[in-house]
């Protein structure tokens, strides 16, 4: 059995989450982070296993993505996504924002323009940025039930520029917690593969979905002339440190210039406890992903309980990502300093201000929901608290 319900510290371990980003004094007085996305969940008993057999081995040597590594990666797929792919496909990068700089170079030149759907993970803004590309926004909107919607007019109006080359999409998106449906990917596939504009389908939270996703070159299978697929494991069983991801790219000469880029950064073979990780991960892990979904999906369900005990928050719905995406404009607050400011030093909660995740994030706030239950309950015992008496 799991012990997801164990509250830990991780003091003191360079967690970015517990030691880089939590401000002074503030775990002393109780406060608990709800912030990276990482989860305060251990990673499965076989991957705990397989990386101490590893390390006793005593060997830390230039490792390969072999074919038992491969198949692994395959095996996972096409069971737990009906993606059935071939082990060539398969590019290692050390992570998928690494990845996803990596496309940004090997697709688009210099000045050229790159579309991002805000508010988003925000390392999409900055891989187009610090590359000296040109950011497009094309931000999401909502329907008439309040749901994230994308704005497909507009999309196809930048898609259309001779100047823009990429659409980096997000999927399921982080943090609106959308798994987007079949036909609204077909519609943007449809848009991109007509104006020549690469995707790169940034899929790292396939695995934590409370509805079926779909894989982008799945929605047509023509996507796959042009898509970059960025998968991991990270996120799916907590190994966001090892630094690791599989890039799927169906079409040969995108993906040359995929590893004609990665190359060139120096990047020639995977971390060494990646590969029994993965392994581990990709071939034993099944019933842990399904006992940690439920947990997540449970998580929810209790921050979803709350809704009327939490005045001015609007709960975003949830169809995936451990990740909750709270609507705080109706409390009132003047800036996002002084919203995260009462979140953090009254309600001592360790959020991700909404604000980072570009336009449409303002006054918004970001909870991590791969945590304990107990952990999350308090902290929302809290946060009610002092909303009910405001
Ligand atoms: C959408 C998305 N992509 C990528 C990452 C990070 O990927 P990596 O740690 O493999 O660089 C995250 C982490 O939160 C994410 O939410």
Same mark, same amino acid.
């Given at each position: 059995?799991?012990?997801?319900?164990? /509250?830990?510290?991780?003091?003191?371990?360079?967690?970015?989450?517990?030691?880089?980003?939590?401000?002074?004094?503030?775990?002393?007085?109780?406060?608990?982070?709800?912030?990276?996305?990482?989860?305060?969940? &251990?990673? +499965?008993?076989?991957?705990?296993?397989? *990386?101490?057999?590893?390390?006793?081995?005593?060997?830390?040597?230039?490792?390969?993505?072999?074919?038992?590594?491969?198949?692994?990666? &395959?095996?996972?797929?096409?069971? &737990?996504?009906?993606?059935?792919?071939?082990?060539?496909? *398969?590019?290692?990068?050390?992570?998928?924002?690494?990845?996803?700089?990596?496309?940004?170079?090997?697709?688009?030149? +210099?000045?050229?323009?790159?579309?991002?759907? $805000?508010?988003?993970?925000?390392?999409?803004?900055?891989? %187009?940025?610090?590359?000296?590309?040109?950011?497009?926004?094309?931000?999401?909107?909502?329907?008439?039930?309040?749901?994230?919607?994308?704005?497909?007019?507009?999309?196809? $109006?930048?898609?259309?520029?001779?100047?823009?080359?990429?659409?980096?999409?997000?999927?399921?998106? !982080?943090?609106?917690?959308?798994?987007?449906?079949?036909?609204?990917?077909?519609?943007?596939?449809?848009?991109?593969?007509? !104006?020549?504009?690469?995707? %790169?389908?940034?899929?790292?939270?396939?695995? *934590?979905?409370?509805?079926?996703?779909?894989?982008?070159?799945?929605?047509?299978?023509?996507?796959?002339?042009?898509?970059?697929?960025? $998968?991991?494991?990270?996120?799916?069983?907590?190994?966001?440190?090892?630094?690791?991801?599989?890039? %799927?790219?169906?079409?040969?000469?995108?993906?040359?210039?995929?590893?004609?880029?990665?190359?060139?950064?120096?990047?020639?073979?995977?971390?060494?406890?990646?590969?029994?990780? $993965?392994?581990?991960?990709?071939?034993?892990?099944?019933?842990?992903?399904?006992? /940690?979904?439920?947990?997540?999906?449970?998580?929810?369900?209790?921050?979803?309980?709350?809704?009327?005990?939490?005045?001015?928050?609007? %709960?975003?719905?949830?169809?995936?990502?451990?990740?909750?995406?709270?609507?705080?404009?109706?409390?009132?607050?003047?800036?996002?300093?002084?919203?995260?400011?009462?979140?953090?030093?009254?309600?001592?909660?360790?959020?991700?201000?909404?604000?980072?995740?570009?336009?449409?994030?303002?006054?918004?706030?970001?909870?991590?929901?791969?945590?304990?239950?107990?952990?999350?309950?308090?902290?929302?015992? &809290?946060?009610?608290?002092?909303?009910?008496?405001?």
């Amino acid at each position: 059995m799991s012990d997801f319900d164990v /509250v830990r510290s991780r003091r003191g371990t360079g967690s970015y989450k517990w030691d880089t980003t939590v401000g002074e004094g503030l775990l002393e007085r109780g406060a608990y982070p709800l912030s990276v996305a990482d989860m305060e969940f &251990r990673t +499965p008993a076989a991957v705990r296993e397989a *990386i101490k057999d590893f390390a006793e081995s005593g060997f830390f040597c230039y490792t390969d993505a072999d074919g038992e590594y491969r198949d692994a990666v &395959r095996g996972f797929m096409s069971r &737990r996504h009906g993606w059935n792919i071939d082990n060539e496909w *398969i590019t290692c990068t050390g992570g998928v924002v690494c990845a996803i700089n990596t496309a940004v170079r090997a697709f688009s030149q +210099p000045g050229e323009g790159v579309i991002i759907q $805000t508010p988003v993970y925000y390392p999409f803004r900055t891989a %187009i940025e610090n590359n000296g590309r040109r950011l497009f926004e094309n931000p999401l909107v909502t329907d008439a039930d309040g749901n994230y919607v994308m704005n497909l007019a507009e999309l196809e $109006t930048l898609a259309s520029r001779d100047d823009v080359k990429m659409l980096l999409l997000c999927s399921p998106h !982080n943090p609106v917690c959308r798994v987007w449906s079949a036909s609204e990917l077909r519609a943007v596939g449809d848009i991109c593969l007509k !104006n020549g504009v690469t995707v %790169i389908s940034d899929e790292i939270h396939f695995d *934590i979905t409370s509805k079926p996703h779909t894989v982008f070159t799945l929605a047509d299978r023509r996507f796959a002339q042009n898509t970059v697929i960025c $998968t991991a494991v990270s996120k799916s069983f907590n190994l966001a440190g090892l630094g690791t991801s599989n890039v %799927i790219i169906e079409n040969e000469a995108l993906r040359e210039r995929f590893r004609k880029a990665l190359a060139s950064d120096g990047y020639t073979c995977i971390n060494c406890v990646s590969r029994p990780a $993965t392994i581990a991960a990709y071939t034993l892990c099944d019933d842990w992903l399904d006992e /940690v979904n439920a947990y997540i999906d449970a998580n929810f369900e209790l921050l979803f309980s709350y809704a009327e005990r939490l005045p001015g928050v609007e %709960i975003c719905k949830r169809e995936g990502t451990y990740l909750a995406w709270l609507d705080m404009r109706g409390l009132g607050f003047g800036s996002d300093e002084e919203l995260d400011s009462f979140l953090q030093q009254q309600c001592l909660i360790i959020p991700d201000p909404g604000y980072w995740f570009g336009k449409g994030g303002s006054g918004f706030t970001r909870l991590n929901l791969a945590s304990p239950r107990p952990a999350l309950e308090a902290a929302l015992e &809290r946060l009610s608290e002092k909303l009910m008496k405001r």
